[in-house]
């Protein structure tokens, strides 16, 4: 899909921001379901690939996330605590376009210990907040 440079000016005049810098303006949003609960983890771009946005849910889940504009990446990690220390049980990455707003990606749902405990997620990019 091809962003229109009407949109990336409109994204930036929002930001304050140049058009090549328009995509820092947006962030992802992930909405979490686990044991009943729902939550909501917002990740800011941020270009150092040390930084994380993290959640530690109910059900003993912890969901980890960056987005790394300028590799255009989006990254996901979720880890289960099936004793004393967390546990890796799912790495992923997806590609993001700028200006691809609104679309949904990553509708996942995995399983973990103990009793089989169940973890969703979906995310999303969000140009306009």
Known sequence: MMVSKKILLQIAACC???VSTASQCAEVV??????????RLVV???DDIYSLSRVDTPGDFRFAAQYLPALDKFKTYVYGRPKDKFVLLSA???????GNCSGDFGRNRL???????????????????
Do not use: A, W
């Open 16 to 18: 304050g921001l140049s």
């Open 30 to 39: 992930c909405d979490i379901d686990v044991s009943g609960s729902q939550l």
């Open 44 to 46: 800011p771009p941020d």
């Open 92 to 98: 992923q990455e997806f590609l993001i376009k700028p």
């Open 111 to 129: 399983y973990g210990m103990p009793y089989e405990g169940e973890f969703s997620y979906q995310c999303r990019l969000v140009c306009d907040h």
